[in-house]
């Protein structure tokens, strides 16, 4: 672990690690989508975390009702700058992609909730795109019994399920292909706001580090993973990620 002085050496040394690095891939969890207004599972005041103390949910807003917060766009400028070569994700809010970032840079292990995807032939299509409505067809769960009244594929009329990946479900292929891909290409993963106890998810920021890649980590709470780590950010992700993106752009101007 690198030993910091100061909160501004901080920005600056994740600043001359990003532009030292041909390779960065990002890995998010549901911390990063806290600043927008949803509830994580496993931080303080958690799902996983207030059930376990037998409290009721977290207050937190609906996944149609959120936009992306300012840690969602940092990774799409380290996107557009052609910094991030790719972002590996668990969270199913779509948020990513509704901040900018490409269809082809990212892979959502777990699924995301606007969208569904065949059985048979693995095509990916928007609930609107279908025309899926939760009230009347259902959640779309693969261990629910399709329903007569469900949308089919377009492509093979086979059967259309919910892209969320549940617990005991099968992980993507595809998504799972890549994440492994990009884990093992990169010199530099940074994870933003996940406790990384999650597997096999929480693999990949181990393989990339076991492969040779510096590996940060930008969280507010102690993660499973630390014990790897170059570098442990103990600040929000939002507020983190500006002042990262405000010192490359410095780093550009001198
Ligand atoms: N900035 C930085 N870190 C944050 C912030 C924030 N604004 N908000 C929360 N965190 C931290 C929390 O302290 C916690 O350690 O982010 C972490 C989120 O961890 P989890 O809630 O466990 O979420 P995640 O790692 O994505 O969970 C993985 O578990 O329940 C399953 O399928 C679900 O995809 C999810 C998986």
């Avoid at 936009?67 to 199913?92: D, T, W, Y």
Wanted: hydrophobic letters at 35%.
């Amino acid at each position: 672990m690198i030993k910091i002085t100061s909160e501004k050496n901080e920005v600056s040394l994740v600043a001359e690690m990003i532009k030292e690095s041909e390779y960065l891939v990002v890995f998010t969890g549901a911390g990063i989508s806290t600043e927008s207004g949803l509830a994580d599972f496993r931080g303080k005041n958690g799902l996983w975390t207030r059930r376990d103390k037998g409290l009721p949910p977290p207050k937190s807003k609906h996944f149609d009702e959120v936009e992306p917060n300012p840690a969602h766009l940092a990774l799409v400028e380290l996107q557009n700058q052609g910094r991030m070569k790719f972002l590996i994700s668990q969270n199913v809010d779509n948020l990513h992609l509704q901040s900018g970032i490409k269809l082809n840079q990212i892979s959502e292990l777990h699924g995301n909730y606007k969208l569904v995807k065949c059985l048979k032939c693995d095509s990916r299509f928007s609930r609107d795109e279908v025309g899926w409505i939760r009230d009347i067809h259902g959640r779309g769960s693969r261990k629910e019994p399709p329903q007569s009244n469900q949308p089919i594929c377009k492509k093979c009329q086979g059967r259309l399920i919910s892209s969320v990946v549940d617990f005991n479900d099968p992980m993507p292929e595809k998504e799972v292909e890549l994440a492994k891909y990009h884990s093992l290409e990169c010199d530099l993963m940074i994870v933003v706001g996940s406790s990384l106890s999650v597997f096999p998810a929480a693999n990949y920021p181990k393989l990339a580090k076991d492969n040779g890649a510096k590996l940060i980590i930008i969280n507010t709470d102690p993660t499973r993973l630390d014990h790897l780590a170059d570098l442990h950010i103990r600040e929000k992700a939002g507020e983190f990620l500006l002042k990262l993106i405000k010192e490359l752009e410095k780093r550009l101007k001198s």
